[in-house]
């Protein structure tokens, strides 16, 4: 069964920096793509960042480069979202989500999110 | 990029079948195969209900179905039941190699 775990959430002030990270299991790590997607409260999903299989290739929503940056350890099968400069505009619930394939596919399973609070 | 264009809700008896329209651009929906359906119920994370236009992953409903047509992408919910009322997202790959969601449609199951 595949499962993504996230952590790292947490109250931050703005101009705060916070690292995310998503422990997987269940499915070959280093055979997908992985992404996070995040969600404000009472609001839609936001696509944030994806991460090819091997690492290789990253994409990022063009409002957020420069202060999130995706990255993936496959030899711990773990995700990680380092954001830097938070705003409150952040805030929001962060799902890790697994990609069908070794690119940038649809998201065929979800983490249940860890919430990030930009606050003074 | 600009989110995908969903209606806001939907509403429908039991029984009856629904559609929720998701309207791109070219550059998105309208080049890609990459267009997937996510069912969001209260408090839990997204569920994908359709992948890559009209592909049902495996445990999801065959009263659920999707289609492209041009710009455009739809999810069908034939049958509709109480366990359906949730919020509903489309997402396409785009010619920039990023992803985009849809602004989310909530059905409601009268």
């Known amino acids: 069964e595949v499962e993504l775990l996230e952590s790292g959430g947490g109250l931050v002030q703005p101009g705060g920096s916070l690292r995310l990270s998503c422990v997987t299991s269940?499915?070959?790590?280093?055979?997908?793509?992985l992404s996070w997607v995040r969600q404000a409260p009472g609001k839609g999903l936001e696509w944030v960042s994806s991460i090819s299989a091997s690492g290789a290739s990253l994409y990022s929503e063009d409002s957020l480069k420069g202060r999130f940056i995706i990255s993936r350890d496959n030899s711990k099968s773990t995700l990680f979202l380092q954001m830097i400069s938070l705003r409150v505009e952040d805030t929001a619930i962060y799902y890790c989500?697994?990609?069908?394939?070794?690119?940038?596919?649809?998201?065929?399973?979800w983490g249940q999110g860890t919430l990030v609070t930009v606050s003074s | 990029q600009s989110a995908l264009t969903q209606p806001a809700s939907l509403s429908g008896s039991p029984g009856q079948s629904i559609t929720i329209s998701c309207t791109g651009a070219?550059?998105?929906?309208?080049?890609?195969?990459?267009v997937s359906w996510y069912q969001q119920h209260p408090g839990k994370a997204p569920k994908l209900m359709i992948y890559?236009?009209?592909n049902r992953p495996s445990g999801v409903s065959n009263r659920f179905s999707g289609s492209k047509s041009g710009n455009t992408a739809s999810l069908t919910i034939s049958g509709l039941q109480a366990e359906d009322e949730a919020d509903y997202y489309c997402?396409?790959?785009?010619?920039?190699?990023?992803?985009?969601f849809g602004t989310g449609t909530k059905v409601t199951v009268l």
């Open positions: 997402s396409s790959y785009t010619y920039r190699s990023t992803r985009v």
């Open positions: 890559e236009v009209t």
């Open positions: 269940g499915f070959t790590f280093s055979s997908y793509a």
């Open positions: 989500a697994k990609q069908i394939g070794s690119t940038a596919t649809d998201f065929d399973s």
């Open positions: 070219t550059g998105d929906i309208g080049d890609y195969k990459f």
